[in-house]
């Protein structure tokens, strides 16, 4: 069992830059891969950016170059380093955490975290 909280949502200009934070509720470096998500009214979910248990990341096209995921696990936290915000950018954000054990993947969710890019 995991349990994700997410923080560092909040109202920025187009341009801007903002920090999400992840806080999990066991040591971040036995999780399989930890990513976050999108979401906007009536759009699927999209994954923002991964980062794996031994440090790979990935990223969506449509953020490369402007986002950037990391972790500190000492505080068992993954980071989203927003820049050069734009107006599509605006959605829920959500904190994920993938468990592999037994051949089953697990996931976890946080409850999400606003995230508005507007002038």
């Known amino acids: 069992q995991v349990q994700l909280v997410e923080s560092g949502g909040g109202l920025v200009q187009p341009g801007g830059s903002l920090r999400l934070s992840c806080a999990a509720s066991r040591s971040i470096l036995s999780i399989n891969a930890m990513a976050w998500y999108r979401q906007t009214p009536g759009k699927e979910r999209e994954r923002v950016a991964t980062i794996t248990s031994d440090g790979s990341t990935n990223y969506a096209d449509s953020v490369k170059g402007r986002f950037t995921i990391s972790r500190d696990s000492a505080k068992n936290t993954v980071y989203l380093q927003m820049n050069s915000l734009k107006t599509e950018d605006t959605a829920v954000y959500y904190c994920?955490?993938?468990?592999?054990?037994?051949?089953?993947?697990?996931?976890?969710w946080g409850q999400g975290t606003q995230v508005n890019v507007s002038s």
């Open positions: 994920n955490a993938d468990l592999y054990l037994s051949g089953s993947v697990y996931r976890f």
